[in-house]
Structure formats: structure tokens, C-alpha cells
T-cell receptor, first 113, second 112 residues
């Protein structure tokens, strides 16, 4: 979707290095989310934001932090990457609560070696 | 919290066959229910939704009815095409209208 972009699309990093993934939206939506997708697990929520500087943890938040200093950007940081964080990461946005549904980005494939 | 269970795949069908992907849910109250589709190499896209009991969501020939009595939201299509090959996810908000909870996904392959 043109209103939401993720960067980078692909990244290979070494164990123990910090990594930051970016989600950028042009829709001025209040809510932003980070999920990871793994075989056999579907999508699992990492963190989400309900406004600038307002964030909350999801089901699998350990090892991840987020920041949202402006409406359009939501950053996901792996402070010290581990092999278990190899995954595909999706950002999503919504104009209201989850009952409104989401628009997803195209994903970032992260490999930790 | 709320949860969904969807049938495991993969599902392989011939073109023009009838499709059903089962989804059942556990929820407090009556949240909206969703089906998302993920084509290879892409993010998820909203396929259809239903906001209350007995609502039928529909899009691109797919349908799903919000069944309160059976706590189900099964996805159906009368005649699948090769282009429908994708992974399908059932979802609903967690309790209190917090973020969406997704099923594990069902991979559909349609062969010509």
C-alpha cells in the first residue's frame, strides 16, 4: 500500500548487533503496530502505538523496543540481535481501534547470522 | 483474551473447486471479525470483514458470515482460481478493542 512503507526490505545482520527497522506512513493514522511472522505461529504482536510517544507491549516484546516521536514514523529496535529474531517483520496502521482493520506494509525480512 | 483457531493447511484445490476455510473464535462481547490474505512476497491485505452477528462480509467472490451461535466465521468461495493461491488469516481484536489477534494462517494452492 502506497500509504505505508517499511525499510529496509531485507537485512542480514550479525548476532549481537543493534538493528532498527522503520515504518513510515502518510495516512496520518493514530495507531501503528509491529508484528513478526514465523512459520507455525502466524502473526504475533511485538509492540504497538496509540499516539506520539504512546506505546505498549505485545505478546512477544522481549528483546525489542520501539519509539514514535512523530505521527508518521514508528521505529522498531533490536538492541542486540539474536538468531531467534530472524523473521519477517510487518508494520500496520489503523485510523481507529482494531475494529477498523489494518493496512499492512510490505514487510522486512531480517536474518540474524 | 480473545482468540481464533483456523484450519491448518495446506489446502490444495483444482481450479473452479469450492473453497471453505474454517475459523472459530473465542471472544468477550461481539468484536468485528476479519479475513486477511497474503500473496507471495507481500504484506497482508484486508479481504473482508463483518462487524456484528449475522453480518456477511464479501469481496472478490469470497464470503464469510459472522455466526454467533457457532462462534464461527468460515471463509467460502464458490469457484477458486489459480490467482487465489495465497495464505489466508482469520483475525479479531483482543479483548477491549486492543490490537488484532491472528490465526496461524491457511495456505491455499490452486492448480490449473
Amino acid at each position: 500500500d502506497a500509504g505505508i512503507t517499511q525499510s529496509p526490505r531485507h537485512k542480514v545482520t550479525e548476532t549481537g548487533t543493534p538493528v532498527t527497522l522503520r515504518c513510515h506512513q502518510t495516512e496520518n493514522h493514530r495507531y501503528m503496530y509491529w508484528y513478526r511472522q514465523d512459520p507455525g505461529h502466524g502473526l504475533r504482536l511485538i509492540h504497538y502505538s496509540y499516539g506520539v510517544k504512546d506505546t505498549d507491549k505485545g505478546e512477544v516484546s522481549d528483546g525489542y523496543s520501539v519509539s514514535r516521536s512523530k505521527t508518521e514514523d514508528f521505529l522498531l529496535t533490536l538492541e542486540s540481535a539474536t538468531s531467534s529474531q530472524t523473521s519477517v517483520y510487518f508494520c500496520a496502521i489503523s485510523s481507529g481501534t482494531a475494529n477498523y482493520g489494518y493496512t499492512f506494509g510490505s514487510g522486512t525480512r531480517l536474518t540474524v547470522v | 483474551g480473545n482468540s481464533v483457531t483456523q484450519m491448518e493447511g495446506p489446502v490444495t484445490l483444482s481450479e473452479e473447486a469450492f473453497l471453505t476455510i474454517n475459523c472459530t473464535y473465542t471472544a468477550t462481547g461481539y468484536p468485528s471479525l476479519f479475513w486477511y490474505v497474503q500473496y507471495p512476497g507481500e504484506g497482508l491485505q484486508l479481504l473482508l470483514k463483518a462487524t456484528k452477528a449475522d453480518d456477511k462480509g464479501s469481496n472478490k467472490g469470497f464470503e464469510a458470515t459472522y455466526r454467533k451461535e457457532t462462534t464461527s466465521f468460515h471463509l467460502e468461495k464458490g469457484s477458486v482460481q489459480v490467482s487465489d493461491s495465497a495464505v489466508y488469516f482469520c483475525a479479531l481484536p483482543d479483548s477491549g478493542n486492543t490490537p488484532l489477534v491472528f490465526g496461524k494462517g491457511t495456505r491455499l494452492s490452486v492448480i490449473a
